[in-house]
């Protein structure tokens, strides 16, 4: 990779890490205050939540139908994601010590703290913190897979792919051998010294 092209990826993640800084501190200054794992709102806006909540019974009756017909599929879904995540923390709780990565923390991943919202009745709040589930569960996936990949197979696909992990940008162009084995362990040596 050239000096350009890293520097460029360098400038990127620099202004992500700002950009979502910024964002934070503007939604939790205007909303919310966090204080440690506790979520507070000021009295008016927790009232303002409370007149907006819709009583289950109202729910169910104005929901659409057919996200209740399907509702047991998408909720189906529990089985294949619960044993997706024991396997792959089985995985990362055996592999990454011996590998020398450092573990993904899954509280970085899974976040729940949708049902502090009064505005959401029971069922609503069901709804987010499995979707929260899920979608926390991908990433936290995606993240182990990541450092595996680096790990071992730090190469870029000849072809151009969708939705890559933020790792991919920094890894060897396709069809590049030269030092190959050096490369790759200075790959695996990046993983070793992550925070």
Known sequence: MNDRIRELLSEINRLEDELRTTLNQQQSSILFQINGKKIEFEQSVRQAHRKLKTNIFRWLVTYRPQNLITGPIIYSMIIPLVITDAFVSFYQL?????YGIKKVRRSNYMIFDRHHLSYLNFIEKFHCNYCAYANGLVAYVTEII?????????????????????????????GEPVNFAQKQEEYRQMLAKEK
């Open 146 to 174: 990541a450092r595996t990949e680096q790990y071992f197979c730090p190469i870029k696909h000849a072809r151009k792919i969708i939705g890559t992990h933020r790792r991919y940008a920094e890894f060897m162009e396709y």
């Open 94 to 98: 055996i592999c990454f010590p011996i």
